[in-house]
């Protein structure tokens, strides 16, 4: 079985328990990362001058409430991956977040990038990037997302099923 199949124990896991968790992670934890993410914007402004991204289309230009869709959808990328791979499979920890920090990076500029596509509108953009809805920096504010996101809903609140334990570092 190669690395990305499901398990017959992760195939016979109820979608019930995976929607509801995603539910009441969306809640809680999808507005504390939008939170995370003003901060982080303020933190790099405070170390270069200027903000690391911009929201064009917002009329505070330095957040937007628009941003909280990719919250959103990061939050419901970081429980897919563990409710059907990352925890079935027994990943370890690290291995979790480097997986899963490069998967939301490539998601932040999906996201970015159907954003202008679809209503043409920018939910967010990296002045100066190349890759315009994200930069390579950006890798680091999402490890420390995952890192959060992991922390709040393992450890902090217990966020997720009965069978899930914290994982091994």
């Known amino acids: 079985m190669n690395a990305i ?4 124990a992760a195939q016979r896991r109820p979608f019930s328990v995976y929607a509801r968790v995603l539910a009441t992670q969306i809640l809680y934890v999808a507005p504390l990362l939008w939170l995370l993410e003003l901060l982080q914007n303020q933190a790099w402004k405070a170390a270069n001058g200027t903000y690391g991204w911009v ?6 230009g330095w957040f937007s409430f628009g941003s909280m869709v990719l919250w959103v959808g990061s939050v419901f990328l970081m429980w897919t991956l563990h409710y059907y791979w990352f925890h079935p499979k027994q990943f370890r920890l690290w291995t979790r977040i ?3 920090s490069a998967i ?3 998601g932040e500029w999906v996201g970015g990038f159907m954003a202008v596509e679809l209503t043409g509108k920018h939910l967010h953009v990296w002045p100066g990037a190349a890759l315009v809805y994200v930069s390579f920096p950006a890798l680091f504010f999402w490890v420390s997302n995952v890192i959060i996101y992991h922390l709040l809903t393992v450890y902090g609140a217990d966020l997720t099923p009965a069978y899930d334990t914290p994982a091994d570092l």
Request: glycine content about 6%; proline content about 12%; overall charge negative.
């Open 55 to 60: 929201y064009p289309d917002s009329p505070y």
């Open 5 to 8: 199949a499901l398990s017959h």
């Open 98 to 100: 480097g997986i899963a």
């Open 104 to 106: 939301c990076w490539a």
